[in-house]
């Protein structure tokens, strides 16, 4: 089980337990946080869980793969660096503490 902090674009923040084994996008669904809409249900065929990984984690989740690169080109203003598809991020205990910041809109 890990805490995941969810953010919204508006400085709303959401701290929830999410299970193992789940994604960070299905903890968001699970949990009714608002800004991650998930329209693909998590086959990474859109970009509508899209977050800004808090800079102190960008490093410590695995890397993207390049279906997840190729999604990200859809997404609302992605940034290089902290861009992510929730639907990519399997939960772990490593990832207790997680934090991730909503971008103002999902397309």
Request: some cysteine.
């Amino acid at each position: 089980m890990a805490k995941i902090t969810y953010i919204e674009h508006n400085g709303t923040s959401h701290v929830v337990d999410v299970a193992n084994g789940l994604t960070v996008m299905e903890g968001a669904r699970d949990n009714n946080i608002p800004g991650i809409e998930a329209d693909c249900g998590g086959a990474c065929a859109c970009s509508t869980c899209h977050v800004y990984i808090a800079p102190d984690w960008v490093e410590k989740l695995p890397a993207k793969d390049d279906m997840e690169e190729d999604m990200l080109d859809f997404a609302y203003e992605p940034d290089p660096a902290r861009s992510r598809l929730t639907c990519q991020i399997k939960v772990t205990d490593d990832l207790d503490g997680l934090v991730v910041h909503m971008p103002e809109k999902q397309i």
